[in-house]
């Protein structure tokens, strides 16, 4: 099968599968574990579970799922993280987290595929810390929003990994077939993660900042400088400029992005480098 | 003297640019499209071009390839209200040192066009240089040279060589020897005769206060306090001046600084020098639920100011102390200077601040100050300990 024809087949059964309700998400056992060895201790607080959880994008964006629903009475509201958790209490969160542990594993038999999603996950947290650090220089109020925007805004990624992971399996474990390379693997993701990540967001109901840094983080709006989707595209471009990215990368256009972010969001050379310094150290940890 | 030519269309942005930039001491030369602009660049000589993106008759990214096809390597800024970045990207290929958004603030174009000329990376390194400004702050630092050192006691650490206290710029040189020896051995002080090697040192080193004598030969220093400003944005810029019978410190903030310092030095404004920039770290320290305040030392006519910076700082601190929790807020006062009322005045203050964040105060201090605030009405029932161990007890109680 081409990686166009897998693209077209895979994008229509995300999208059915998230309009039905029937998408199976796998998180990071290690996060969630962590987490609940966490909730066991009286004294633990949200934050303390939220700066672990945050390390996990599908595990955050089902936490603020459950919290913005209808059923906490906080629907489209913005929120973060630790608020949403505190809205959900330790009962129901740590619910959340056995379902989540339950899930299959996020492997794949090709190594290469492995250190692939990795790096998904390691930049989806670069792009969390980074926004919210350019953010809480220029003096936003909105710096912690801005992680989970950074953290969320590749969240079709994951989504669309875990299909793959699924068709993987059937095909060589079932059919004994072969399965696409590391190349074709990135590829595809590349191509439909887009809008899945939109269409997820927008059935889960997430903050309307967030969902607009799902949509399109690949320009910036000149007339909201401070905005999250502004700090998530810098961000984003600085992420890649450090080297923690899979995938194609243009590396012209990722330096222009970079220049243009400097003027738009106020960022002085000094400060830039104190961002990414130490970057890679920050985002590890916790895949494995 | 370095000329700058600015290429835009809007007569407004021309103006602005000259002005910012004339201000920095470099001469403008203007053109109104890419057509003129190299024209000009044809004629005169120029250090760097501020260059718009569209205009009529030549936009800016064809100028900015006429101008590399014909061998001119000028440095360009690029500054236009464009952000595709398609057009940016393209931009970059041609060669443009760095980018100005529109509208921008003056502090932007000053920085960036003086990083150009004196030959900066600007962004290029970002990111793939992770552990590379270390590097670059270590080579710094081996060129660091201490003009006016410290006394052996306080030599400065390889990270410290970056970052020191006090840069003073007088072209006498007795002026930093002399302040030298009024400051502490831990305030570290560079001192130069020059405007250019001062300016050359703000481009290594990061320093909290500058002082810039108002009367070196050949030299505004008005305009000098604006570069440093640039190149220093986090430092206090002060005048060094001469006591007059006029109002200096109105004429130097008119000219930029943010405050004077006079000459010659006096032990008392030393201690007003280190006390506004030095010591205020240390004044009102928060740890868990415990303000605790530096112990009054000065002398009587220090009272007032003593309170005053109290005054300043308590707010935030007590919100700290709010912010984690706490149900109960410690105040240490250490000895506090007990003349008049203001010892009562300020914890009333400090009782209402608490009680709006829902916290109930208890006092930590002498005998004296205990029995002092007993004869107000709204202090006499304040819980007081002899130390913040009994105070601790006492809420556990």
Redesign the interface.
Known sequence: MSVEKLCTELEGILLKRIQTDQLFLPTLPAVAMKVLEILRDPDAGMKEVALVMEKDPVLAARALRMATSAAFAGAGKKITLQEALARLGTKILKGLLVEASAQKLFISKNPQINEALRTLWEHSVAVGVLARDVLALTGAVDSDSAYLAGLLHDVGKPVVASVLLELERQLTDVYQKGWIDSGEWLDVIGKIHRPIGVALAEKWALPPPIVACVRDA???D?SNRHSLANAVCFANA?A????IFAGALDA??N??????G???I?I??DI???L?????ERVTGLYD | MPAILTVDDSRAVRTIVAKQVKELGFEVLEAEDGVQGLEQLQTATVDLVLLDVTMPNMDGPTMLQKMRESGNQTPVIMLT?E????I??GA??AGIS????KP??PE?LR?KVL?VLQG????QG?????????A?AAELAAKAEMSVPAPPSAGPSTNAARFVDVMVVDDMENVAKKLRSMLPAHVSLVGFTSAQSALASCREKVYRVVLIDTEIPDVNSGVLAQQTRVLQ?HAAVLALALRTANDVTKEVKDQGFDDVVFKPFRPESIDDFLLQYFDNQDFLVVEDNVLKVAPFTGRADRVDRFYQRLQGVYGDALEKVAAACHDEVVLDMGAPPLEGDRLPKFIVAVIGKAKEYGMTLSLVGPAEARKALGGYTETKDLKFFASVQEARAGAAA
């Open positions: 690949a320009e910036y000149k600085l890649k400029k450090s080297g012209d256009d330096d222009a992005l970079i220049m243009i400097r003027s738009a106020g002085s050379d830039l480098r104190t990414t310094k130490g970057l890679r | 209200s952000s595709k970045r398609s940016v990207a970059m290929k760095d980018y100005i958004l921008f603030k932007e920085s990083s900066e990376p600007g962004a970002i990111g793939s240089a992770d552990g590379g400004s270390a670059a944005p």
